[in-house]
């Protein structure tokens, strides 16, 4: 087991030499003279767009099945299948969990396939589904940051739109005065949510070393990061409401809670669960580290390329389709609020249209320009549910005052490490 996690982190680091074994593919021709048969598992709104593609592609038909979400099991049951053999050719994989794939030998090297169009993507994209100038999927959406705010409050209390992170303190403080019963923000205690502050600040919690992992979660830039929350919680500038529950929806459409720094998949979940608050809100770029500009992205996924699909060429000829064709992307944004992760995705007319929740802006145009200043040097490792399970039980504890987010970075690089060794990996820090 250890010589296996050994190959897996290795090919992770994009050594030349080792690949993961079954990773190739078969022959795209069909057995049976008929048109190829690719089979698709995921459990986003994808089944419109394989109608499309099935209409006008009678050669190459894909067959979608639902699933339950990747953390609903939907994952479980993808790498059981990779496990048996009995893999679909497709699989919705989040950037988050599709090194835990590639570590797995779950995955095929689709690069001489995506070549062609290597250009459509960003690079930092490119990063987050494969690694050395290899990869194993094609990107559909992501989640670049921005501030959510009540544009009306801000105004009323002669408050001005942070731009810094020290300037948002600033406001905190100033909305708290305004109001006492008011916050500026929700304390970020969401795993995921949390990980794209650090990702913004540059302060990694993976990264690999010859044919071995780095954890850097309890690093200096990390802590820098959960300093300043710590700071903002110990001054009582923020909220304390569990992360997405009906009572922190509440505080927002009763305003009071003012901004929510947070990805772009959000702004359906504040206009659906704040409707009262219609027409108030705006938003503006993610608060920045200094004069770096940079913003963090939290969300995001992939259509990845199992190890058992016969018809590599043809699966990842769908995939591209599905990112980057004008009808696709429009059913996309329109039927599952995707933010689109391909350049060509992100000129759809859909994206420049004034959205009257927040006041008639544009705000997906503000998305798709901060979208090209993400953070390019974030890479994920293979053990990202016990790292969030670990993060995510120490951030609850925080506004209970049964922890500190240090304390939530120190037990989970402990269990990172922990879980790392346990599967076979070697760690070195």
């Known amino acids: 087991m250890r010589r296996k996690a050994r190959l897996a982190v290795v090919a992770i680091a994009a050594a030349a030499s080792i690949v993961l074994a079954g990773c ?7 057995s049976s003279g008929g048109p190829v048969q690719v089979s698709f598992w995921g459990w986003a709104q994808y089944d419109k767009v394989v109608s499309l593609w099935n209409q006008s592609h009678p050669n190459i038909q894909v067959k979608w099945e639902g699933l339950p979400s990747g953390g609903a099991s939907g994952y479980d049951k993808m790498l059981t299948a990779a496990k048996a053999g009995s893999a679909p050719c497709l699989a919705q994989v989040g950037y988050e969990t599709l090194p835990t794939f590639l570590a797995a030998g779950a995955l095929q090297d689709i690069s001489q396939y995506v070549k062609p169009q290597h250009d459509e993507f960003p690079d930092w994209v490119w990063n987050n589904v494969g690694v050395g100038g290899k990869s194993y999927a094609v990107p559909v959406d992501t989640g670049p940051m921005a501030m959510y705010y009540r544009a009306d409050l801000f105004k009323n209390a002669g408050i001005p739109v942070p731009k810094t992170w020290q300037d948002f303190a600033t406001a905190a403080a100033k909305v708290k005065a305004a109001n006492p019963a008011d916050r500026i923000m929700n304390l970020p205690t969401d795993p995921y949510l949390y990980s794209g502050f650090a990702w913004q600040a540059g302060a990694p919690w993976f990264g690999t070393k010859g044919d071995s992992w780095t954890v850097s979660m309890n690093s200096a830039a990390n802590a ?90 043809e699966a990842t000829e769908f995939a591209m389709w599905m990112s980057t064709n004008a009808d696709s992307v429009s059913t996309l944004i329109a039927e599952g609020g995707l933010f689109p992760a391909s350049k060509t995705g992100l000129t759809n007319p859909a994206l420049d249209k004034p959205q009257p929740f927040y006041g008639n802006q544009p705000i997906y145009q503000l998305f798709r320009d901060e979208s090209a200043k993400v953070n390019p040097n974030w890479q994920w490792g293979p053990v990202m549910n016990d790292t969030a399970a670990s993060l995510g039980d120490g951030l609850g504890k925080v506004h209970t005052k049964g922890g500190t987010y240090s304390d939530a970075l120190t037990n989970a690089q402990k269990a990172t490490v922990s879980a790392l060794k346990t599967q076979g990996f070697t760690v070195s820090n």
Request: proline fraction near 4%.
């Open 224 to 313: 820098q990061v959960a300093s300043y929350w710590q700071g903002l919680f110990s001054q009582d500038l923020v909220a304390t409401y569990p992360a997405s529950d009906a009572s922190f929806y509440s505080a927002l459409n009763k305003g009071q809670i003012w901004a929510e720094v947070g990805a772009v998949w959000e702004a359906s979940l504040i206009s659906d669960n704040a409707a009262d608050s219609a027409g108030k809100w705006a938003v503006a770029p993610m608060p920045r580290w200094g004069t770096t500009d940079a913003v963090g992205n939290s969300g995001g996924s992939s259509t990845a390329v199992m190890k058992d699909c016969k018809h590599p060429k």
């Open 24 to 30: 190739g593919g078969g022959n795209a021709a069909s």
